[in-house]
């Protein structure tokens, strides 16, 4: 096979350090101690926990090969579509680490907590400008959260009118997340198909739009990279009969600067800050979610919410009709932290990284094409949606191309969603990468479908490089080994 990117054998194995322990081996490198000292508690001393001994070397080189086996951005281009795993400076880490933020407590009071809350206001007033909706919660923890977040708003607001309503419009190009949110809030999802141009056609919308319809929940772009063109038409049907516009902004990278929300008629929105906004990802968190509403809705957002009082920031629960708290205290602020010192380091810059984003997914679907089948050959946003068609005659499955991947050194792209599109490959590749990576991504898919031409049993038993093969999904889904 041909070499894209360099890799080699040499990772190593690594058993865990109870079985690498030799009874009296120790080593010496302690921490400075920075608590008083004080005698080892006797009960511990006989039974204590079960640490094995071993020297420092064992130790450092045990670490260091496991943190060897974790693959990041920080190994290499990591194209999960709708995931947006960037590349996040790591001056933002730094910021947040500051003394001033580690140590304050969230229970501070305010008179003694005002930089953070200043920051607090001040990320609140950017996320306003970006969406162009002016009151924002920063609580929700996550975007599926500030989902739920902005589905409560939108019952509270209806339950305020008088006017319960019970279903809500999803489309087939939303995220999973977005029909399993309203479905917990209490709504009915009510599925709409797309157009064969891969976006919502307002006739409809307007077919299935009613009275006891809260709004409709468009994930823009939506799962297939597409920008919803329709939305503003699609806005005021939704609005002629009472309902709200949620959109599912997780997938703001593509837009900063370009769209402003609020102006094309939507009501609600979250963001997911640590897609777009500069915190590292995955592996189950920290996010944050926030919700950005228009002026009609802003009454409804969770408490406590950044107030102004004359020259200091306050915290106030003094919203009456709030839905109340989403998250403990004020959200997960060290997200927060970072995602403000992006959106401050890059200003108007913030622009460019959606052209980036944008232009480089447009120029791995335009190289690929070829390549793969590409179901809606037009313009894409932030990423780009293949399928497995061109190689279904060889039996080769978008599984085994993206396993084949791991080969040539690179991440999967995301597959088999969009659950729309059969054999779903969908590639984001963001605006960090280079057109040098580009290019080797490109080169590695290239050379994947040339095998899967040519020698596809190679495709169905990769990966054959690392130091896991390929895992049988279905045993594992049924005979699960959960200790260690
Ligand atoms: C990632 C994503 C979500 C979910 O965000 P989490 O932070 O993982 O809960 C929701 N909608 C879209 C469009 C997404 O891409």
């Given at each position: 096979m041909k070499e894209v990117i360099g890799t080699t054998g040499l990772v190593m194995n690594e058993p865990l350090l109870w079985e690498k322990g030799v009874a009296g081996r120790i080593g010496f490198s302690m921490p400075r101690r920075d608590v008083p000292e004080?005698?080892?508690?006797?009960?511990?001393?006989?039974?204590?926990?079960?640490f094995p001994d071993l020297s420092e070397v064992d130790v450092v080189r045990h670490y260091t090969r496991l943190s060897q086996w974790n693959y990041g951005v920080d190994t290499g281009m990591y194209p999960l579509g709708s995931c947006t795993m960037k590349y996040n400076p790591k001056t933002h880490e730094r910021q947040a680490a500051l003394p001033g933020f580690v140590n304050a407590h969230p229970m501070l009071p305010a008179s003694m907590a005002q930089?953070?809350?200043?920051?607090?206001?001040?990320?609140?007033?950017?996320?306003?400008?970006?969406?162009?909706?002016?009151?924002?919660?920063?609580?929700?923890?996550?975007?599926?959260?500030?989902?739920?977040?902005?589905?409560?708003?939108?019952?509270?607001?209806?339950?305020?009118r008088g006017k319960p309503r019970h279903k809500i419009l999803i489309p087939d190009t939303a995220h999973g997340t977005n029909p399993a949110s309203s479905a917990l809030c209490g709504f009915t999802p009510v599925p709409v198909s797309s157009s064969a141009r891969g976006v919502l056609a307002q006739e409809t919308i307007a077919a299935v739009m009613d009275e006891d319809t809260a709004g409709i929940m468009i994930t823009n772009p939506n799962?297939?990279?597409?920008?919803?063109?329709?939305?503003?038409?699609?806005?005021?049907?939704?609005?002629?009969?009472?309902?709200?516009?949620?959109?599912?902004?997780?997938?703001?990278?593509?837009?900063?600067?370009?769209?402003?929300?609020?102006?094309?008629?939507?009501?609600?929105?979250?963001?997911?800050?640590?897609?777009?906004?500069?915190?590292?990802?995955?592996g189950g968190g920290p996010g944050a979610g926030p919700v950005c509403v228009t002026e009609a809705l802003a009454p409804f957002l969770p408490v406590p919410r950044v107030v102004r009082e004359g020259d200091a920031y306050a915290l106030s629960y003094d919203f009456p009709?709030?839905?109340?708290?989403?998250?403990?205290?004020?959200?997960?602020?060290?997200?927060?932290?970072k995602a403000y010192c992006y959106i401050l380091s890059l200003g108007k810059d913030l622009k460019r990284v959606s052209q980036l984003a944008v232009l480089n997914a447009n120029y791995v679907k335009e190289r690929l094409k070829d390549t793969?089948?590409?179901?809606?050959?037009?313009?894409?946003?932030?990423?780009?949606?293949?399928?497995?068609?061109?190689?279904?005659?060889?039996?080769?499955?978008?599984?085994?191309?993206?396993?084949?991947?791991?080969?040539?050194?690179?991440?999967?792209p995301t597959i088999y969603f969009p659950l729309v599109v059969h054999g779903a490959i969908m590639i984001e590749p963001t605006e960090t990468e280079s057109k040098e990576t580009l290019d080797s991504f490109i080169a590695a898919c290239r050379a994947i479908a040339t095998e899967a031409a040519q020698?596809?049993?190679?495709?169905?038993?990769?990966?054959?490089?690392?130091?896991?093969?390929?895992?049988?999904?279905?045993?594992?889904?049924?005979?699960?080994?959960?200790?260690g």
């Open positions: 004080a005698p080892l508690d006797a009960s511990l001393t006989g039974e204590g926990p079960d930089g953070i809350l200043a920051l607090m206001h001040e990320l609140e007033t950017c996320l306003a400008e970006i969406t162009g909706l002016p009151a924002v919660t920063l609580q929700p923890a996550a975007g599926a959260h500030g989902e739920l977040t902005g589905m409560m708003v939108v019952r509270a607001y209806h339950n305020d799962t297939l990279g597409l920008f919803e063109e329709n939305i503003r038409a699609i806005a005021k049907i939704v609005h002629d009969k009472g309902g709200l516009v949620y959109v599912d902004g997780a997938n703001m990278n593509a837009m900063m600067g370009i769209v402003s929300m609020g102006a094309i008629g939507v009501d609600v929105m979250h963001l997911n800050l640590h897609k777009t906004f500069s915190t590292p990802h995955g009709k709030s839905i109340g708290k989403v998250h403990a205290f004020y959200g997960n602020v060290g997200v927060l932290i793969f089948h590409l179901p809606y050959d037009r313009p894409c946003m932030h990423e780009c949606v293949f399928t497995d068609k061109n190689q279904e005659a060889h039996k080769v499955t978008t599984l085994d191309m993206a396993k084949r991947l791991i080969d040539y050194g690179f991440h999967p020698s596809p049993d190679t495709l169905r038993e990769a990966p054959t490089k690392p130091k896991v093969r390929r895992l049988d999904e279905t045993l594992a889904a049924r005979h699960p080994h959960l200790a």
